[in-house]
């Protein structure tokens, strides 16, 4: 039994294949939830501007490895939800229940008040995104600093776990802003994105140097592909793909799920197979009916959701309440270098890639009569849709490249309305009413 529910291929993490006995008694299990339920209680309400205040009992340095795996777990979480709460935002999923909030989360009408900006982890119909990741920033900042004030003798692993809980705190906040207009960090000012993915960096640049000392090559590729994931938001595409460069071949790593606990079911599956709230949306299908590529491939479930008329497609790779979800991989950072060269010029490297990738999934050799930039471009757009279909990338793209929204603002909606001009969550007022600071 472990304690990391993320899975490592490629010679991964030494941390995900540890086995400490007090991990596993009764005691831990309670403290590991306790961590939990104040983080995500703090931040929900707003009560406190840290959420790791829960007494010198449960953050001692012999729980330390509770503590990284309990605030991982935070994040893993939250991106479970953010998968499905971005999907349904964009393109990637379909609304197929008849409730108001459900409508407004599809159709981009989003208003401060509703259930992205509140949910937790344990929320299914209505993803949350402000709150999850925010808790999962919160408990892994959390870890770090008290890490940070222990000593090596207290803590042997100390480097490490530095390296791991400071890796997930970027993740935490690259997300954030990605997905959100504007956020906050403990009850501090309103951020806009550029100074998230600047708080992200910071992490991670953490993350580098720690995961460096301690020797955990593991850890040091997810913050190196987290980090020039983050550069890449910042309009940095060299730097993106300097990291990039350092990422080996076969590298990836998957958030695992687990059917018995609601917070790790596979959200997705949740969504598309078990209670038929959303469907994969139509732009996928059609483009699997094309050309059958495996990274999107479709299952018509010939149900319908409760608006009576959604026909509910679910994705195959998210086809059971336990399968896995990939959280960084090779290919992306083989993308990112595909961008960077399409950048600078280096068409034939970038077309090189991207031929990689289609001849890896059944695609036949991009051939364009005339090799541009834009041309170029396009079909790195076309790979990343299809490589990170459901893994959480898409809307940070749309804002990114300034694509455009799909369908178009003005559109009319299936269940009333039109699509609206939202391209990301508005700052929820359980932030904006409660932080003193905003």
Sequence with gaps: MRNSQTSTKGGMSAHSRRSKARLLTASAAIAAALVVMVACNDITHLEQSNPGQLGPGVFSPENADLIVNSSRGDFECAYNQYIVGSGLFVDELANAISRTENFDHDRRTITPDEPYGTSDCTAQQFPGIYTPLSVARASNDTAVAHLQGWTDAQVPDRHALIGVASTYAGFSLTMLGESMCSAAINLGPEL???????????????????????????????????????????????????????????????????????????????????????????????????????????????????????????????????????????????????????????????????????????????????????????????????????????????????????????????????????????????????????
């Excluded at 720690?210 to 730097?239: F, V, W």
């Excluded at 959200?267 to 495996?294: E, G, K």
């Excluded at 290919?331 to 031929?355: F, H, M, P, W, Y």
Aim: with cysteine; proline share 6%; glycine share 6%.
């Design 192 to 438: 806009q994105p550029p100074q998230i993915f600047a708080e992200a960096m910071l992490r991670f640049d953490t993350a580098v140097v720690e995961a460096t000392a301690a020797g955990d090559d593991a850890t040091l590729h997810l913050a190196l592909l987290g980090r020039a994931r983050t550069e890449l938001d910042l309009n940095n595409s060299a730097d993106a793909a300097a990291d990039a460069a350092l990422i080996p071949p076969g590298f990836e790593v998957d958030i695992d799920h687990d059917a018995s606990a609601s917070r790790r079911v596979n959200l997705v599956y949740v969504h598309t197979r078990q209670a038929a709230f959303s469907s994969v949306d139509t732009s996928i299908i059609n483009r699997d009916t094309t050309d059958h590529d495996p990274r999107i491939a479709v299952t018509n479930s010939l149900t319908l959701g409760s608006d009576g008329f959604t026909t509910i497609w679910y994705a195959n790779k998210d086809a059971s309440s336990t399968s896995v979800q990939a959280l960084a991989k090779y290919s992306e950072a083989q993308l990112i270098i595909a961008e960077n060269d399409a950048n600078t010029s280096n068409l034939g490297g970038a077309v090189t890639i991207i031929n990689a990738l289609r001849s890896a999934n059944g695609q036949g050799t991009f051939a364009p009569p005339t090799l541009t930039q834009p041309v170029v471009m396009a079909e790195i757009v076309e790979q990343r849709r299809r490589e990170f279909f459901l893994e959480g990338h898409r809307l940070g793209d749309l804002r990114r490249l300034n694509l455009p929204m799909s369908p178009a603002v003005g559109a009319p909606y299936v269940s009333g309305g039109s699509y609206g001009a939202q391209s990301c969550f508005p700052l929820p007022n359980v932030e904006r009413v409660n932080n003193p600071n905003i």
